[in-house]
Protein backbone atom coordinates (compact mmCIF):
# COMPACT_ATOMS: atom_id res chain seq x y z
CA UNK A 1 0.00 0.00 0.00
CA UNK A 2 3.14 2.42 0.46
CA UNK A 3 5.13 1.12 -2.47
CA UNK A 4 3.98 4.26 -4.45
CA UNK A 5 5.13 6.61 -1.53
CA UNK A 6 8.98 5.52 -1.44
CA UNK A 7 8.95 5.99 -5.67
CA UNK A 8 7.73 9.58 -4.52
CA UNK A 9 10.37 10.08 -1.78
CA UNK A 10 12.75 8.88 -4.52
CA UNK A 11 12.01 11.51 -7.05
CA UNK A 12 12.14 14.08 -4.59
CA UNK A 13 15.71 13.10 -2.92
CA UNK A 14 16.76 12.89 -7.23
CA UNK A 15 15.21 16.83 -7.15
CA UNK A 16 16.85 17.71 -4.05
CA UNK A 17 20.15 15.89 -4.23
CA UNK A 18 22.31 19.25 -4.54
CA UNK A 19 20.16 20.86 -1.74
CA UNK A 20 20.01 18.15 0.58
CA UNK A 21 22.68 15.70 -0.79
CA UNK A 22 22.38 13.58 2.65
CA UNK A 23 18.81 12.64 1.08
CA UNK A 24 20.52 9.74 -1.08
CA UNK A 25 21.55 8.13 2.48
CA UNK A 26 18.32 8.25 3.40
CA UNK A 27 16.78 6.93 0.02
CA UNK A 28 19.56 4.08 0.49
CA UNK A 29 18.63 3.33 3.93
CA UNK A 30 14.68 3.09 2.70
CA UNK A 31 15.64 0.67 -0.14
CA UNK A 32 17.42 -1.95 1.66
CA UNK A 33 14.86 -2.12 4.43
CA UNK A 34 12.19 -3.06 1.88
CA UNK A 35 13.54 -4.65 -0.81
CA UNK A 36 12.76 -8.40 -1.42
CA UNK A 37 10.50 -7.50 1.91
CA UNK A 38 7.81 -10.14 0.66
CA UNK A 39 10.41 -12.74 0.10
CA UNK A 40 12.18 -12.49 3.41
CA UNK A 41 8.80 -11.96 5.06
CA UNK A 42 7.98 -15.87 4.04
CA UNK A 43 11.35 -17.14 4.60
CA UNK A 44 11.27 -15.68 7.68
CA UNK A 45 7.60 -17.00 8.75
CA UNK A 46 8.74 -19.99 7.54
CA UNK A 47 12.09 -20.16 9.75
CA UNK A 48 10.20 -19.18 12.97
CA UNK A 49 7.01 -21.92 12.31
CA UNK A 50 9.40 -24.12 12.22
CA UNK A 51 11.96 -23.44 15.18
CA UNK A 52 8.65 -23.23 17.40
CA UNK A 53 7.58 -25.17 19.80
CA UNK A 54 3.68 -24.69 19.03
CA UNK A 55 2.04 -28.49 17.67
CA UNK A 56 -1.03 -26.48 16.68
CA UNK A 57 1.10 -23.86 14.10
CA UNK A 58 3.21 -26.11 12.58
CA UNK A 59 0.05 -28.28 12.09
CA UNK A 60 -1.65 -25.56 10.81
CA UNK A 61 1.67 -24.63 8.45
CA UNK A 62 1.42 -28.06 7.29
CA UNK A 63 -1.86 -28.21 6.14
CA UNK A 64 -1.63 -24.56 4.25
CA UNK A 65 1.36 -25.92 2.35
CA UNK A 66 -1.09 -29.43 1.40
CA UNK A 67 -3.61 -27.07 0.61
CA UNK A 68 -1.09 -25.19 -1.73
CA UNK A 69 -0.76 -28.34 -3.48
CA UNK A 70 -3.94 -29.79 -3.91
CA UNK A 71 -4.41 -25.77 -5.33
CA UNK A 72 -1.45 -26.64 -7.89
CA UNK A 73 -3.17 -29.51 -8.95
CA UNK A 74 -6.70 -28.25 -9.44
CA UNK A 75 -4.46 -25.09 -11.84
CA UNK A 76 -3.61 -27.80 -14.11
CA UNK A 77 -7.02 -29.25 -14.70
CA UNK A 78 -9.70 -27.70 -17.31
CA UNK A 79 -12.95 -26.07 -16.27
CA UNK A 80 -14.93 -29.08 -17.72
CA UNK A 81 -12.70 -31.23 -15.81
CA UNK A 82 -13.42 -28.91 -12.74
CA UNK A 83 -17.08 -29.05 -13.09
CA UNK A 84 -17.41 -32.92 -13.25
CA UNK A 85 -14.81 -33.40 -10.02
CA UNK A 86 -17.11 -30.40 -8.41
CA UNK A 87 -13.69 -28.54 -7.33
CA UNK A 88 -14.06 -25.12 -6.81
CA UNK A 89 -10.95 -23.34 -7.51
CA UNK A 90 -12.12 -19.99 -6.61
CA UNK A 91 -12.80 -21.13 -2.92
CA UNK A 92 -9.96 -22.71 -2.33
CA UNK A 93 -7.71 -20.11 -3.38
CA UNK A 94 -9.28 -17.56 -1.31
CA UNK A 95 -9.15 -20.99 2.13
CA UNK A 96 -5.11 -20.74 1.44
CA UNK A 97 -4.86 -16.76 1.46
CA UNK A 98 -6.62 -16.82 4.51
CA UNK A 99 -4.70 -19.49 6.14
CA UNK A 100 -1.52 -17.55 5.08
CA UNK A 101 -2.57 -14.49 6.57
CA UNK A 102 -3.60 -16.23 9.84
CA UNK A 103 0.29 -17.85 9.60
CA UNK A 104 2.19 -14.42 8.91
CA UNK A 105 -0.14 -12.82 12.03
CA UNK A 106 1.09 -16.17 14.39
CA UNK A 107 4.49 -16.09 13.34
CA UNK A 108 4.90 -12.53 13.64
CA UNK A 109 3.77 -12.87 17.22
CA UNK A 110 6.87 -15.04 18.08
CA UNK A 111 9.13 -12.76 16.00
CA UNK A 112 8.75 -9.49 16.12
CA UNK A 113 12.30 -8.23 15.03
CA UNK A 114 13.36 -7.27 11.58
CA UNK A 115 17.42 -7.59 11.12
CA UNK A 116 16.92 -5.80 8.02
CA UNK A 117 15.38 -2.34 9.19
CA UNK A 118 18.35 -1.06 11.37
CA UNK A 119 21.18 -1.48 8.62
CA UNK A 120 22.01 1.33 7.20
CA UNK A 121 24.54 1.98 4.51
CA UNK A 122 26.87 2.94 6.50
CA UNK A 123 26.67 -0.70 8.22
CA UNK A 124 27.44 -1.96 4.62
CA UNK A 125 30.27 0.53 3.75
CA UNK A 126 31.80 -0.92 6.65
CA UNK A 127 32.04 -4.40 5.49
CA UNK A 128 33.91 -3.34 1.96
CA UNK A 129 37.24 -3.92 1.19
CA UNK A 130 40.01 -1.92 -0.45
CA UNK A 131 39.44 -3.46 -3.93
CA UNK A 132 35.32 -3.68 -3.20
CA UNK A 133 32.35 -1.67 -4.34
CA UNK A 134 28.90 -2.26 -4.01
CA UNK A 135 26.30 -1.27 -5.76
CA UNK A 136 22.64 -1.09 -5.15
CA UNK A 137 20.07 -0.47 -8.22
CA UNK A 138 16.87 1.28 -7.99
CA UNK A 139 14.16 1.46 -10.15
CA UNK A 140 11.14 3.93 -9.57
CA UNK A 141 8.27 5.69 -11.70
CA UNK A 142 9.08 9.42 -12.02
CA UNK A 143 6.27 11.82 -10.10
CA UNK A 144 5.98 15.25 -10.40
CA UNK A 145 2.98 17.00 -9.24
CA UNK A 146 1.39 13.70 -10.39
CA UNK A 147 2.34 10.59 -11.61
CA UNK A 148 4.01 10.19 -15.67
CA UNK A 149 4.82 7.18 -18.00
CA UNK A 150 8.37 7.81 -17.75
CA UNK A 151 10.82 5.43 -15.53
CA UNK A 152 14.20 6.49 -13.62
CA UNK A 153 16.36 4.20 -12.54
CA UNK A 154 19.43 5.10 -9.67
CA UNK A 155 22.55 2.98 -8.56
CA UNK A 156 23.73 3.99 -5.47
CA UNK A 157 27.66 3.13 -5.29
CA UNK A 158 29.57 2.46 -2.03
CA UNK A 159 33.27 2.16 -1.66
CA UNK A 160 35.59 2.17 1.15
CA UNK A 161 36.19 5.68 0.16
CA UNK A 162 32.39 6.91 0.66
CA UNK A 163 32.48 9.14 3.65
CA UNK A 164 29.14 11.61 3.86
CA UNK A 165 26.93 9.68 1.45
CA UNK A 166 26.64 7.00 -1.28
CA UNK A 167 27.65 8.14 -4.96
CA UNK A 168 24.43 8.66 -6.71
CA UNK A 169 23.84 7.34 -10.54
CA UNK A 170 20.85 8.35 -12.09
CA UNK A 171 19.60 6.85 -15.46
CA UNK A 172 16.31 9.07 -16.91
CA UNK A 173 15.88 6.56 -19.73
CA UNK A 174 14.26 3.99 -17.68
CA UNK A 175 11.77 3.47 -20.54
CA UNK A 176 14.04 3.01 -23.36
CA UNK A 177 16.38 1.02 -20.90
CA UNK A 178 13.32 -1.45 -20.14
CA UNK A 179 12.42 -1.71 -23.68
CA UNK A 180 14.25 -0.63 -27.09
CA UNK A 181 17.81 -1.52 -25.14
CA UNK A 182 17.00 -4.22 -24.04
CA UNK A 183 15.23 -5.92 -27.25
CA UNK A 184 18.38 -4.33 -28.69
CA UNK A 185 20.61 -6.84 -26.06
CA UNK A 186 18.68 -9.61 -26.46
CA UNK A 187 18.99 -9.82 -30.43
CA UNK A 188 22.22 -8.76 -30.58
CA UNK A 189 23.29 -11.90 -28.25
CA UNK A 190 21.02 -14.31 -30.33
CA UNK A 191 22.44 -13.41 -33.58
CA UNK A 192 26.06 -13.29 -32.43
CA UNK A 193 26.85 -9.53 -33.16
CA UNK A 194 29.23 -7.38 -31.33
CA UNK A 195 27.01 -5.08 -28.53
CA UNK A 196 28.62 -1.62 -29.18
CA UNK A 197 25.84 0.11 -26.87
CA UNK A 198 24.65 -2.01 -23.71
CA UNK A 199 27.85 -1.12 -21.66
CA UNK A 200 27.31 2.16 -22.66
CA UNK A 201 23.37 2.68 -21.35
CA UNK A 202 23.64 0.46 -19.01
CA UNK A 203 26.87 0.21 -16.58
CA UNK A 204 29.40 2.94 -18.01
CA UNK A 205 27.94 5.49 -15.74
CA UNK A 206 28.41 3.38 -12.85
CA UNK A 207 31.44 1.97 -13.77
CA UNK A 208 32.73 5.37 -14.05
CA UNK A 209 32.27 5.87 -10.22
CA UNK A 210 33.78 2.09 -9.27
CA UNK A 211 37.29 2.49 -10.95
CA UNK A 212 40.28 0.28 -9.38
CA UNK A 213 37.60 -1.95 -8.01
CA UNK A 214 38.00 -5.61 -9.29
CA UNK A 215 34.92 -6.94 -6.59
CA UNK A 216 31.62 -5.50 -7.37
CA UNK A 217 28.83 -6.85 -5.06
CA UNK A 218 25.25 -6.14 -6.98
CA UNK A 219 21.85 -6.27 -6.15
CA UNK A 220 19.71 -5.64 -9.29
CA UNK A 221 16.19 -4.18 -9.82
CA UNK A 222 13.73 -4.21 -12.82
CA UNK A 223 15.35 -4.48 -16.42
CA UNK A 224 18.93 -5.66 -14.74
CA UNK A 225 17.33 -8.55 -13.86
CA UNK A 226 17.18 -9.53 -17.48
CA UNK A 227 20.58 -8.81 -18.31
CA UNK A 228 24.11 -11.01 -17.97
CA UNK A 229 26.13 -8.09 -17.15
CA UNK A 230 29.01 -9.88 -17.60
CA UNK A 231 28.36 -10.04 -21.01
CA UNK A 232 28.64 -5.92 -21.70
CA UNK A 233 31.60 -5.26 -23.89
CA UNK A 234 33.72 -1.95 -23.11
CA UNK A 235 34.73 -0.11 -26.58
CA UNK A 236 37.85 -1.96 -26.64
CA UNK A 237 36.20 -5.23 -27.08
CA UNK A 238 36.99 -6.18 -23.62
CA UNK A 239 33.93 -7.77 -21.90
CA UNK A 240 32.59 -6.64 -18.23
CA UNK A 241 33.83 -10.36 -17.44
CA UNK A 242 37.14 -9.64 -17.67
CA UNK A 243 37.81 -6.73 -15.51
CA UNK A 244 35.28 -7.32 -12.52
CA UNK A 245 34.58 -10.10 -10.82
CA UNK A 246 30.51 -9.19 -10.67
CA UNK A 247 29.00 -10.31 -7.04
CA UNK A 248 25.18 -10.88 -7.68
CA UNK A 249 23.10 -10.52 -4.08
CA UNK A 250 19.34 -10.08 -3.23
CA UNK A 251 20.07 -7.01 -1.25
CA UNK A 252 23.50 -5.12 -0.20
CA UNK A 253 22.58 -5.15 3.06
CA UNK A 254 23.31 -8.33 3.15
CA UNK A 255 26.79 -7.71 3.67
CA UNK A 256 26.09 -6.16 6.97
CA UNK A 257 23.54 -8.92 8.09
CA UNK A 258 24.95 -11.49 10.36
CA UNK A 259 24.39 -14.67 8.74
CA UNK A 260 22.54 -17.02 11.45
CA UNK A 261 21.92 -19.97 8.68
CA UNK A 262 24.55 -22.41 10.06
CA UNK A 263 27.90 -23.52 7.73
CA UNK A 264 27.20 -26.79 6.26
CA UNK A 265 29.49 -29.22 7.33
CA UNK A 266 31.20 -29.75 4.27
CA UNK A 267 32.39 -33.52 5.36
CA UNK A 268 29.03 -34.41 6.81
CA UNK A 269 26.70 -33.01 3.67
CA UNK A 270 28.53 -33.66 0.65
CA UNK A 271 25.14 -35.48 -0.65
CA UNK A 272 24.05 -34.30 -4.40
CA UNK A 273 20.82 -35.38 -6.42
CA UNK A 274 21.03 -35.11 -10.03
CA UNK A 275 18.00 -34.77 -12.55
CA UNK A 276 18.24 -35.19 -16.62
CA UNK A 277 17.25 -36.39 -20.20
CA UNK A 278 13.57 -36.99 -18.70
CA UNK A 279 11.95 -39.75 -21.29
CA UNK A 280 9.22 -36.84 -21.78
CA UNK A 281 7.11 -39.24 -23.50
CA UNK A 282 6.40 -42.12 -21.90
CA UNK A 283 4.56 -45.14 -22.60
CA UNK A 284 1.64 -46.93 -20.63
CA UNK A 285 2.68 -49.13 -17.90
CA UNK A 286 -0.88 -50.28 -17.68
CA UNK A 287 -2.14 -53.64 -19.68
CA UNK A 288 -5.54 -52.48 -20.11
CA UNK A 289 -6.80 -49.53 -22.39
CA UNK A 290 -7.62 -46.82 -20.52
CA UNK A 291 -10.22 -44.17 -21.84
CA UNK A 292 -9.90 -40.70 -22.65
CA UNK A 293 -10.58 -38.37 -19.93
CA UNK A 294 -12.98 -36.03 -20.16
CA UNK A 295 -10.39 -33.45 -20.47
CA UNK A 296 -9.98 -34.75 -24.10
CA UNK A 297 -13.75 -34.54 -24.26
CA UNK A 298 -13.94 -30.65 -23.79
CA UNK A 299 -13.39 -27.82 -25.87
CA UNK A 300 -9.87 -28.65 -25.76
CA UNK A 301 -7.27 -28.37 -29.15
CA UNK A 302 -6.16 -31.34 -30.32
CA UNK A 303 -2.58 -30.64 -31.92
CA UNK A 304 0.55 -32.76 -30.95
CA UNK A 305 2.73 -31.21 -28.62
CA UNK A 306 5.97 -32.60 -29.41
CA UNK A 307 8.94 -31.81 -26.03
CA UNK A 308 12.58 -32.74 -27.91
CA UNK A 309 14.29 -34.77 -26.25
CA UNK A 310 17.81 -33.48 -24.83
CA UNK A 311 20.48 -36.18 -25.56
CA UNK A 312 23.15 -33.79 -24.29
CA UNK A 313 21.80 -33.85 -20.66
CA UNK A 314 22.47 -37.55 -20.25
CA UNK A 315 26.25 -36.96 -21.10
CA UNK A 316 26.24 -33.79 -18.52
CA UNK A 317 24.56 -35.95 -15.61
CA UNK A 318 27.08 -38.77 -16.61
CA UNK A 319 30.29 -36.36 -16.32
CA UNK A 320 29.60 -34.46 -12.69
CA UNK A 321 28.18 -37.95 -11.48
CA UNK A 322 31.95 -38.79 -12.15
CA UNK A 323 33.70 -35.38 -10.61
CA UNK A 324 31.15 -35.76 -7.26
CA UNK A 325 32.43 -39.76 -7.32
CA UNK A 326 36.03 -38.42 -7.51
CA UNK A 327 35.48 -36.31 -4.06
CA UNK A 328 33.87 -38.71 -2.59
CA UNK A 329 30.59 -37.38 -2.55
CA UNK A 330 27.15 -39.56 -2.75
CA UNK A 331 24.83 -38.76 -5.10
CA UNK A 332 21.34 -39.79 -6.92
CA UNK A 333 20.97 -39.94 -10.39
CA UNK A 334 17.53 -39.72 -11.69
CA UNK A 335 17.17 -39.65 -15.68
CA UNK A 336 14.79 -41.12 -18.64
CA UNK A 337 11.64 -42.68 -17.13
CA UNK A 338 13.12 -41.98 -13.19
CA UNK A 339 13.24 -38.19 -13.82
CA UNK A 340 10.03 -37.24 -12.47
CA UNK A 341 8.01 -34.43 -10.77
CA UNK A 342 6.99 -36.97 -7.45
CA UNK A 343 10.52 -37.71 -7.59
CA UNK A 344 11.48 -34.34 -7.64
CA UNK A 345 9.40 -33.44 -4.85
CA UNK A 346 10.92 -35.68 -2.62
CA UNK A 347 14.04 -34.57 -2.45
CA UNK A 348 15.78 -33.49 1.12
CA UNK A 349 18.76 -33.41 2.54
CA UNK A 350 21.06 -32.29 -0.29
CA UNK A 351 23.62 -29.94 -0.24
CA UNK A 352 23.92 -30.01 -4.09
CA UNK A 353 20.68 -29.94 -6.36
CA UNK A 354 21.31 -30.47 -10.64
CA UNK A 355 18.40 -29.93 -12.74
CA UNK A 356 19.34 -30.58 -16.88
CA UNK A 357 16.42 -30.34 -18.65
CA UNK A 358 13.63 -27.91 -20.37
CA UNK A 359 12.97 -24.62 -18.93
CA UNK A 360 9.65 -22.32 -19.72
CA UNK A 361 8.71 -19.14 -18.93
CA UNK A 362 5.42 -17.55 -20.71
CA UNK A 363 5.64 -13.94 -21.02
CA UNK A 364 3.40 -13.30 -24.19
CA UNK A 365 0.40 -15.64 -23.61
CA UNK A 366 -2.29 -16.16 -25.97
CA UNK A 367 -5.88 -15.57 -24.34
CA UNK A 368 -7.30 -17.71 -27.31
CA UNK A 369 -5.96 -20.75 -25.38
CA UNK A 370 -7.48 -22.58 -22.65
CA UNK A 371 -3.91 -23.83 -21.22
CA UNK A 372 -0.17 -23.20 -21.87
CA UNK A 373 1.91 -26.13 -20.27
CA UNK A 374 -1.40 -27.43 -18.67
CA UNK A 375 -2.24 -24.64 -16.79
CA UNK A 376 -5.32 -22.59 -17.20
CA UNK A 377 -4.77 -19.31 -19.00
CA UNK A 378 -7.14 -17.24 -16.72
CA UNK A 379 -5.29 -18.03 -13.68
CA UNK A 380 -1.94 -18.01 -15.01
CA UNK A 381 -2.27 -14.28 -16.25
CA UNK A 382 -3.30 -13.29 -12.91
CA UNK A 383 0.06 -15.41 -11.09
CA UNK A 384 3.12 -15.26 -12.77
CA UNK A 385 4.53 -18.26 -10.20
CA UNK A 386 1.93 -20.49 -12.65
CA UNK A 387 3.95 -18.80 -16.28
CA UNK A 388 7.42 -20.79 -15.36
CA UNK A 389 8.51 -23.91 -14.65
CA UNK A 390 10.47 -27.25 -15.31
CA UNK A 391 9.58 -29.98 -17.80
CA UNK A 392 10.13 -33.48 -16.06
CA UNK A 393 9.30 -36.97 -17.60
CA UNK A 394 5.97 -37.93 -18.82
CA UNK A 395 5.20 -34.02 -19.76
CA UNK A 396 4.64 -34.41 -23.17
CA UNK A 397 1.99 -37.27 -21.99
CA UNK A 398 -0.11 -34.62 -20.29
CA UNK A 399 0.24 -32.15 -22.77
CA UNK A 400 -1.27 -34.27 -24.99
CA UNK A 401 -3.86 -35.15 -22.94
CA UNK A 402 -2.76 -38.86 -22.10
CA UNK A 403 -3.28 -39.52 -18.51
CA UNK A 404 -2.06 -42.97 -18.32
CA UNK A 405 1.26 -42.40 -17.48
CA UNK A 406 1.00 -40.49 -14.78
CA UNK A 407 2.15 -40.89 -11.14
CA UNK A 408 0.58 -40.25 -8.03
CA UNK A 409 -1.14 -37.69 -9.67
CA UNK A 410 1.66 -35.61 -11.12
CA UNK A 411 1.86 -34.34 -14.67
CA UNK A 412 5.49 -33.75 -15.27
CA UNK A 413 5.44 -30.28 -15.14
CA UNK A 414 6.92 -28.83 -12.30
CA UNK A 415 5.53 -24.56 -11.96
CA UNK A 416 7.55 -22.06 -9.83
CA UNK A 417 3.94 -22.23 -7.34
CA UNK A 418 4.45 -26.11 -6.97
CA UNK A 419 7.98 -25.36 -6.27
CA UNK A 420 7.85 -23.08 -3.53
CA UNK A 421 6.91 -26.41 -1.38
CA UNK A 422 9.90 -28.06 -1.97
CA UNK A 423 12.24 -28.79 1.01
CA UNK A 424 15.44 -26.54 0.07
CA UNK A 425 16.33 -26.05 3.17
CA UNK A 426 19.98 -27.91 3.23
CA UNK A 427 20.61 -26.86 -0.46
CA UNK A 428 23.99 -25.05 -0.76
CA UNK A 429 23.76 -24.52 -4.46
CA UNK A 430 21.12 -25.70 -7.04
CA UNK A 431 21.92 -25.45 -11.14
CA UNK A 432 19.12 -25.18 -13.37
CA UNK A 433 21.02 -26.15 -16.41
CA UNK A 434 18.04 -25.38 -18.49
CA UNK A 435 16.69 -22.46 -20.63
CA UNK A 436 15.87 -19.37 -19.22
CA UNK A 437 15.23 -20.23 -15.76
CA UNK A 438 16.04 -17.12 -14.52
CA UNK A 439 13.50 -15.32 -16.68
CA UNK A 440 10.09 -14.50 -14.48
CA UNK A 441 7.77 -11.57 -14.19
CA UNK A 442 9.84 -8.65 -12.46
CA UNK A 443 8.66 -6.60 -9.86
CA UNK A 444 10.10 -3.52 -8.71
CA UNK A 445 12.01 -4.34 -5.27
CA UNK A 446 10.95 -7.85 -5.05
CA UNK A 447 13.16 -9.47 -7.69
CA UNK A 448 12.05 -11.86 -10.44
CA UNK A 449 8.51 -13.58 -9.88
CA UNK A 450 9.78 -17.00 -11.22
CA UNK A 451 11.85 -20.36 -10.98
CA UNK A 452 14.39 -18.45 -8.73
CA UNK A 453 12.22 -16.72 -6.52
CA UNK A 454 10.52 -20.29 -5.73
CA UNK A 455 13.83 -21.50 -4.98
CA UNK A 456 15.14 -18.95 -2.75
CA UNK A 457 11.50 -19.41 -1.05
CA UNK A 458 12.10 -23.25 -0.14
CA UNK A 459 15.73 -22.74 1.05
CA UNK A 460 18.10 -22.87 -1.54
CA UNK A 461 21.18 -20.51 -0.41
CA UNK A 462 22.80 -20.20 -4.19
CA UNK A 463 21.18 -20.77 -7.82
CA UNK A 464 22.89 -20.59 -11.29
CA UNK A 465 20.07 -20.16 -13.96
CA UNK A 466 20.19 -19.15 -17.29
CA UNK A 467 18.52 -15.91 -19.30
CA UNK A 468 18.00 -17.11 -22.68
CA UNK A 469 18.36 -20.35 -24.88
CA UNK A 470 21.53 -22.85 -23.85
CA UNK A 471 23.90 -24.66 -26.32
CA UNK A 472 23.96 -28.43 -25.57
CA UNK A 473 27.94 -28.30 -25.68
CA UNK A 474 29.06 -25.28 -24.34
CA UNK A 475 26.72 -26.12 -21.37
CA UNK A 476 28.70 -29.24 -20.66
CA UNK A 477 31.35 -27.82 -20.76
CA UNK A 478 30.22 -25.16 -18.31
CA UNK A 479 28.89 -27.16 -15.95
CA UNK A 480 32.08 -29.31 -15.52
CA UNK A 481 34.05 -26.57 -15.60
CA UNK A 482 32.43 -25.17 -12.38
CA UNK A 483 32.13 -28.06 -10.47
CA UNK A 484 35.94 -28.82 -10.92
CA UNK A 485 36.59 -25.81 -9.56
CA UNK A 486 34.20 -25.91 -7.03
CA UNK A 487 34.30 -29.57 -5.71
CA UNK A 488 38.49 -28.79 -5.88
CA UNK A 489 37.51 -25.64 -2.97
CA UNK A 490 36.70 -22.61 -4.75
CA UNK A 491 33.97 -20.70 -3.47
CA UNK A 492 30.86 -21.09 -5.52
CA UNK A 493 30.31 -17.71 -7.08
CA UNK A 494 34.46 -17.36 -7.40
CA UNK A 495 34.21 -21.04 -9.43
CA UNK A 496 31.57 -19.98 -11.60
CA UNK A 497 33.33 -16.45 -12.40
CA UNK A 498 36.55 -18.89 -13.47
CA UNK A 499 34.56 -21.37 -15.53
CA UNK A 500 32.39 -18.89 -17.80
CA UNK A 501 36.46 -17.00 -18.11
CA UNK A 502 37.35 -20.40 -18.81
CA UNK A 503 34.71 -21.21 -21.77
CA UNK A 504 34.95 -17.31 -22.82
CA UNK A 505 38.87 -18.34 -23.92
CA UNK A 506 37.33 -21.22 -26.35
CA UNK A 507 34.59 -19.39 -27.52
CA UNK A 508 34.30 -15.77 -27.95
CA UNK A 509 30.89 -14.59 -28.71
CA UNK A 510 28.81 -14.40 -25.15
CA UNK A 511 25.96 -16.27 -26.45
CA UNK A 512 27.55 -19.48 -25.73
CA UNK A 513 29.33 -18.78 -22.30
CA UNK A 514 26.98 -15.82 -20.76
CA UNK A 515 23.64 -17.23 -20.66
CA UNK A 516 24.23 -18.73 -16.87
CA UNK A 517 24.31 -16.35 -13.83
CA UNK A 518 24.74 -17.00 -10.28
CA UNK A 519 23.12 -15.55 -7.52
CA UNK A 520 22.75 -16.03 -3.88
CA UNK A 521 24.06 -15.27 -0.45
CA UNK A 522 27.03 -14.17 0.57
CA UNK A 523 29.65 -16.53 1.58
CA UNK A 524 30.56 -16.62 4.81
Request: hydrophobic fraction near 35%.
Amino acid sequence: MLKERFDMFNCYATSRLEAKPSLIGDMYNYHISTKGLLLNYVKKMKKTINASNNPELKGKYTEWKNSKEQLSKLFSMSKPELQRLGKDIDSLEKAVNTMEKELSVASSDINKSNDSSSITWKDVQKKLKENEASVEIIRFKYFNKGWSDSTFYAALILTKETVDNPKFVLFRNGNDLDNAYLRNYKNLIKQKFPDKKSYEVYWEPIDAEIKGKDVVYVSLDGVYNNISLNTLRYPDGKFLLDNKFVYIISNTADLARENTRPKIDNEKNNKGVLFGFPKYKMESTKKEEVKMTDLLKSNEPKHENEVSELPGTKVEIEKIKLQLDEKKWTSDVFMEENATEANMKKIKNYRLVHIATHGFFLNNLNEQESREFGVDIEKAIQNPLLRSGLLFAGASNFMNFDQTTQEKDENGILTSYEALNLNLDNVDLIVLSACETGLGQVMNGEGVYGLQRSFQVAGARNMIMSLWTVNDQTTQELMTTFYKNWLGGEEIHKAFYNAQKTLKEMYKDPYYWGAFVIQGEVAN
